[in-house]
């Protein structure tokens, strides 16, 4: 065997004191009833019971998971090489974890090995079988299998083995009930207005599930930055209940008050569903993530100022703006501007308006809910921009400034082009 990459531990790393005797532990095909329960007051890898201290007994270094449904079962194998000067006679069991997550039922695990004892310079695989019962609880739980009764300790920790692999059992089941849209919204709404955000859940279950949703307690900002946001802000409208085999929606409703600082707002929505199907204690895949922005009316226009020279045939404006999206709000406004321009000698001209274009993305292979798109059949369509193109023939030379008020739109570019002869 390759004992390359092939550590004597498992989880830790010690040097090992030698000991008195270096005895062998009595074969055994079935498992211990034993797990490490003492807790040393020093770092220590013998106590007075115990007989072994193998320095170069080599146990598959790596960690063994199995995802498994009640009344599945799953097998995987584990090499031990003897690197000792004498025949070593291994006794598999299961050790239980006093710390961490939920341990292992004992009763779950088989071990398998064909002959225990393991001669100088030769290697034994043992075969480990976990076998989940019907009735067993989803969730995550851990253990070992030691091959010896060493163990190493620090103090304030419980024992550990020595000689052993660790390994996790995932008890799962088919997810029943899903956030099939609305699960991410990202929205712009003006001080003193609202807007809606609607998220549909389906129950594919046997049972009636629970439909709770409330606004979540903010623990932190998902964007560096961001407002508090107010309980008070929120208006969530729901059934308490989503039937099997049918879908409910949830309607949140926002309106940030008129006085509302200007920013981005990140919030957190717990619906409160409960999936037989899923471990209670995660509950991530159930909440709902909206981000907004808040934004003011300015009350006067934006202004620029260029230059015209002799000459010039035409001085053209280009706007162009993102419509403002939320794939789930059923209120967004176009965006819309009011133009005008102020000639050298103080006269106003109303810019006229001589092309709209609308743009956007199509993409085939877009299957992310999160990534800001429509669906239409194969057809995946985002990044809807428009574009706004005003023009003034023949301008006189001097100093031009175009006013620029806009309407529904956060944020707008622009760009001036002056032509001219030759």
Do not use: C
Request: proline share 7%; aromatic share 8%; net charge negative.
């Amino acid at each position: 065997m390759n004992t390359k990459g092939i550590f004597a531990l498992v989880l830790v790393a010690v040097l090992l004191v030698p000991a008195a005797s270096a005895s062998t532990v009595p074969a055994s095909n079935a498992l211990d009833d034993e797990s490490v329960e003492t807790e040393p007051q020093q770092a220590t890898t013998g106590n007075d019971t115990q007989q072994t201290n193998y320095t170069r007994l080599y146990v598959d270094d790596g960690y063994r998971h199995l995802e498994l449904k009640p009344g599945e079962s799953d097998s995987f194998t584990v090499d031990v090489e003897n690197g000792e000067d004498e025949a070593v006679t291994i006794s598999p069991h299961v050790v239980i974890p006093r710390v961490g997550e939920r341990p292992v039922e004992k009763s779950w695990v088989s071990v398998d090995v064909d002959d225990a004892t393991i001669e100088p310079g030769a290697e034994r695989t043992v075969n480990v079988t976990v076998e989940v019962p019907d009735d067993a609880d989803l969730g995550r739980y851990q253990g070992w299998v030691a091959f010896t009764d060493e163990t190493v300790s620090y103090p304030g920790r419980p024992p550990q083995p020595v000689h052993a692999v660790s390994f996790a059992t995932e008890v799962t089941k088919d997810p029943t009930v899903f956030i099939r849209s609305g699960d991410h919204g990202y929205s712009q709404v003006q001080a003193g207005e609202s807007y809606t955000h609607e998220i549909v859940v389906e129950n594919t279950g046997e049972q009636a599930v629970p439909l709770n949703p409330e606004l979540a307690r903010q623990r932190h900002s998902h964007r560096p930055g961001a407002n508090t946001v107010e309980r008070s802000w929120f208006d969530i409208d729901s059934p308490n209940e989503v039937q099997p085999g049918e879908t409910a929606t949830v309607t949140v409703t926002v309106t940030a008050p008129a006085d509302a600082s200007r920013g981005h707002y990140d919030a957190e929505l717990d619906l409160g569903l409960t999936d037989p199907a899923r471990p209670e204690d995660r509950d991530y895949w159930q909440q709902v993530h909206l981000n907004f922005q808040v934004w003011t009316q300015p009350e006067d226009p934006f202004e620029k100022s260029v230059n015209v020279e002799e000459g010039t045939q035409n001085l053209t404006l280009t706007l162009t703006s993102n419509d403002r999206y939320d794939r789930n709000a059923a209120d967004t406004k176009p965006a819309q501007f009011d133009v005008a321009w102020v000639a050298p000698n103080g006269t106003t001209i109303d810019a006229e308006r001589v092309s709209v274009t609308n743009s956007g993305h199509v993409d085939l292979g877009d299957a992310d809910r999160r990534s800001g798109v429509q669906t239409d059949g194969a057809y995946a369509t985002g990044g809807q921009n428009k574009e706004f193109v005003y023009r003034v023939d023949d301008p006189a030379a001097g100093n031009w400034t175009v006013r620029i008020m806009p309407e529904h739109a956060v944020q707008f570019g622009y760009e001036i082009v002056r032509d001219t002869d030759g």
